[in-house]
């Protein structure tokens, strides 16, 4: 066979692979694919799929040949899910944002060079990284600050992460110092050159950690199982657990009286994909640049 | 040292100690607008991150929530004593976690380096490009929303059990299996990150040195020896990295994903050490003890991490850190 030499760095070999090897790689790589594609088709499916369909199937539908967004309405029209829903957001926008604002202001303070302690403060920062506090002293500590079935709960103990601190230093370090240097002249004070200098040259990289935070804010369950008994207050988590995982029966108690209540696994399905959805909706802009922060963080942390 | 030489010493010591304790006076003043920024995020981690570590102190106290942590009673080391007293519970939970620990050392840490070398192998960017955006998808989902579509796969009205009932098969009980769950929680690792962990692997592919495969080819290595002699090795310092790091995590994490599914299979065969802490310390009350295995297992993830790292620098690797 002759040499076909594609010369593209890092290809594992220059020769052209055998026909067969080709078959194997590919009819792997779609294995995996699919593995990964199929139950989220079924889950959409059968969230949009009519009860007797979902008879039919046994409970789980691929392919919905009559379409109905009955399921949708019924968790929209107040109740449990809107609720929770409600307070998915208030969290994630409240918290995304605090998270924000104290990430970038330490990230700054720490990333001009030769400042005040700024080696002692660092090693705070990454000392935090490597040690996490455990079950129970986190929940008396928040207990004892007063936040048991507070929203606060879900939002303070993981407002900063070390770790988005240290890649937006990196990023801030980065930046072309004269800049910085010149409205110090100019006598500009910190916070205004962080506002008008700083902050404008990093949108991506705040966009990159701010969305790091938001899918942490709405993923989380932890915190809300440790800290929050009050129903009424559970974000959509826990109420994923309650009635998805826990199969729960979904009454009409829990949603609006009155309704024909869809088929339970409809109702379940639609509650995944609502909490799917905004991250699929970011995920195209996470995965362009989310890459670049972690390595980042692996190569300057 | 020189009899002669100590007065003028010890002065021009002095000297040097207010001269420097000058300059950080000016510092100071020169950085405090710079300080007060840094605030409101060091005291978030101060309060959440700091003052638990402080609080594992209640592990050697007979803790009563209504005294609080500086008036219940100091114990000294009793809590300890439920780790070598032969508690079933413990040892359950002991045993599942270091089966756990096993299964994603051997079966779950291998999956992103094979991944990442399928992956490199692509001659076509595109396509390379759009199966790392469907494999890198399951990392930001949710534990609830990865065990819940668990759940729709292997369930009882699952796709499986469907279309083994439509097939005229018996069904098969993955989920409530008790003796499945290890692999279960392993495979749904596997799920959720294994494409996620391949871009650490990827970046450190795409650092080899293009000239060693041609010198190798040249050379007549076959594809599989360039594999094994040069990609391999090329990736034994990121993939040395990461196995330190994954040993120190396995011990602690694994909470939210375990909790969501031991209904089903029971306790015995699903209790870890982080899921036994909270059932014993947070919903039964045991603050002490439950503290002092949390305590042990987060400083057996440390040792790990630390001795791991140690054997890396033996061998002549970077490991986490260098000391």
Redesign the interface.
């Known amino acids: 066979m002759t040499v076909v030499s594609k010369g593209r760095p890092g290809v594992a070999g220059n020769q052209a692979p055998s026909v067969a090897m080709r078959g194997v790689k590919g009819l792997v790589l779609t294995i995996c694919c699919a593995v990964v594609i199929i139950p989220f088709v079924g889950v959409i499916s059968t969230s949009l799929a009519t009860q007797q369909q979902v008879t039919d199937a046994g409970g789980f539908v691929i392919i919905p040949d009559h379409v109905t967004i009955a399921a949708y309405r019924a968790i929209f029209a107040g109740g449990v899910v809107t609720r929770a829903i409600g307070v998915s957001v208030f969290i994630t926008v409240v918290g995304t944002a605090l998270s924000l604002t104290c990430t970038a202001m330490l990230a700054y303070a720490l990333s001009r060079p030769r400042s005040f302690a700024h080696k002692q403060l660092l090693m705070v920062v990454l000392f935090a990284l490597l040690f996490t506090p455990g079950i129970i002293p986190s929940y008396l500590v928040v207990k004892d600050f007063g936040l048991l079935n507070s929203y606060w709960s879900l939002i303070v103990p993981t407002a900063v992460n070390a770790f988005n601190v240290i890649v937006l230093r990196a990023f801030f370090m980065n930046l072309p110092q004269a800049l910085i240097d010149s409205a110090r002249i100019d006598g500009a004070s910190e916070a205004t050159i962080l506002r008008k200098v700083v902050l404008p040259l990093s949108k991506a990289a705040m966009a990159v950690v701010g969305l790091f935070y938001a899918v942490g804010y709405w993923n989380a369950f932890f915190n809300a199982l440790l800290y929050i008994n009050d129903t009424s207050k559970w974000p959509l988590q826990l109420v994923l657990q309650t009635y998805v995982v826990n199969n729960a029966e979904i009454g009409t108690g829990q949603l609006t009286p009155g309704e024909v209540l869809p088929p339970q696994q409809s109702l379940q399905m639609a509650i995944l994909v609502v909490s799917i959805v905004p991250i699929l909706l970011v995920y195209p802009f996470l995965q362009r640049h989310f890459a670049k922060g972690v390595l980042t963080g692996a190569v300057k942390g | 040292m020189a009899v002669r030489g100590e007065a003028p010493a010890d002065e021009v010591r002095a000297e040097r100690s207010t001269s420097r304790l000058r300059r ?1 006076v000016a ?2 003043r ?2 405090r ?6 605030i ?3 005291a ?13 102190i ?1 592990a050697f106290e007979n803790y009563e ?1 209504y005294l ?2 500086i008036h219940s009673q100091w114990i000294g080391l009793s809590n300890f004593s439920i780790i070598f007293n032969g508690n079933p519970e413990f040892l359950d939970a002991l045993k599942n976690t270091v089966i756990i620990t096993a299964l994603q050392v051997f079966f779950v840490f291998p999956v992103p380096i094979v ?1 990442a ?7 076509s960017e595109r396509l390379k490009r759009l ?8 990392h ?6 990865v ?3 668990f ?3 292997f369930g ?4 499986l ?2 279309w083994l ?2 097939h005229g098969h018996a069904t098969v009980n993955i989920i409530g299996n008790s003796g499945l769950f290890k692999e279960m929680i392993a495979s749904q690792v596997i ?1 959720k990150d294994s ?1 996620w962990a391949t ?2 692997f990827l ?1 450190a ?6 000239a060693l ?2 010198a ?2 040249v050379d007549g290595a ?2 599989w020896r ?2 094994w002699h ?2 391999l090795p090329g990736l034994k310092s990121i993939g040395i990295l990461l196995f330190i790091l994954q040993l120190g995590s396995v011990l ?1 994490t694994g ?2 994903q375990i ?3 031991q ?1 089903p299979v029971g306790i015995a065969s699903s209790e870890v050490l ?1 899921t036994y ?2 059932h014993n ?2 919903l039964a009350g045991q ?1 002490g003890e ?2 002092a295995v ?2 042990v ?2 400083l057996v993830g ?1 040792a790990l991490v630390l001795g791991a790292n140690k054997i890396a620098h033996m061998f002549g690797e970077q490991g986490i850190y260098q000391s």
């Open positions: 950080a510092k100071l020169r950085d607008a710079l300080l007060l920024l840094a409101p995020g060091l978030l981690l101060l309060l959440f991150q700091y003052i638990p570590l402080l609080g594992n209640i929530p609080g942590i991944l070398l399928l992956l490199n192998s692509l001659v199966v790392q955006s469907v494999l890198y998808l399951p930001f989902l949710s534990w609830v929303v065990v819940a579509i759940q729709e796969m009882g009205s699952g796709l059990d469907d009932r439509a799920w494409g871009i650490l970046a592919l795409s650092q080899i040195d293009a495969y041609e190798a080819s076959s594809r360039q594999l040069i990609t602690s909470f939210e909790i969501l599914q209904g982080s802490v909270y310390g947070i603050w439950s503290a949390g305590l297992n987060g440390v």
